[in-house]
């Protein structure tokens, strides 16, 4: 069976400093993978997706990059934090080819920074 | 592309009464559409989803849909509303041709004893 891994779990991190989240999916080759952000009163907000290793789509503009150095794995990178980036992240993969709609989350990292 | 509105951001109800969350998307191309849930500090999961079979949809938990063109409306409702209901509810439509989901804002569901 598929799982997805996601850490870590909670951050705290003084603004200034650099960011590295870390998320693998299990059991499945060439899943579409997503980063999606919530903050306070913002919803859920896609911020990245990949639909392969190297390939990066960024639905919002910020601080924030991310990448994909193998086909499971996807990261969340910061060079340095701003108070805005405090939020909880998830990390979800879909089935790859046609997307079905159907996506899969990770249990989330809640980050603060002070 | 799809977007969708949901109405209240809270929703309150006791124990046993219906549950009504409210989703409308904005077009009249019936699109592919979701319904999530999220429990409190966890990731989300799919409650149930349209995709043009039936317009009645029925998911976990004893949730359903049903899909209303001539209202653009994409409701999710339960009979009897229990504790363990209480959780975020996400609508999200599907853009044919794109590889992501984009939410609505979420309606947060509070159960009273």
């Known amino acids: 069976s598929q799982t997805i891994h996601q850490w870590p779990a909670t951050l705290v991190q003084p603004v200034g400093s650099p960011l590295s989240l870390e998320c693998t999916v299990e059991?499945?080759?060439?899943?579409?993978l997503y980063w999606y952000r919530q903050a306070a009163g913002r919803g859920l907000q896609l911020l990245f997706y990949?639909?392969?290793?190297?390939?990066i789509s960024s639905e919002v503009p910020q601080n924030l990059s991310a990448s994909r150095p193998q086909d499971r794995q996807f990261i969340l990178s910061s060079k340095k934090l701003l108070l805005s980036d405090s939020g909880f992240y998830l990390c979800?993969?879909?089935?790859?080819?046609?997307?079905?709609?159907?996506?899969?989350f990770g249990e989330g990292s809640r980050l603060t920074v002070l | 592309a799809q977007s969708v509105t949901q109405l209240g951001s809270h929703v309150s109800v006791s124990e046993g009464a219906l549950v009504l969350l409210r989703c409308n998307y904005s077009s009249s191309v019936p699109p592919y559409l979701f319904w999530y849930v999220q429990y409190p500090n966890q990731g989300l999961q799919l409650l149930l989803k349209?995709?043009?079979?039936?317009?009645l949809v029925k998911g976990i938990n004893g949730f359903e849909a049903e899909f209303k063109k001539s209202e653009t409306s994409f409701h999710l409702t339960k009979p009897s509303a229990h504790m363990s209901d209480a959780a975020e509810y996400f609508c999200?439509?599907?853009?044919?041709?794109?590889?992501?989901?984009?939410f609505g804002t979420g309606t947060r569901l509070l159960v009273s004893p």
């Open positions: 979800a993969w879909s089935v790859g080819g046609a997307f079905t709609g159907e996506l899969f």
């Open positions: 349209y995709t043009s079979a039936a317009t």
């Open positions: 999200a439509p599907m853009n044919t041709g794109f590889q992501k989901l984009v």
């Open positions: 059991g499945t080759s060439n899943p579409n």
């Open positions: 990949s639909v392969g290793i190297g390939q």
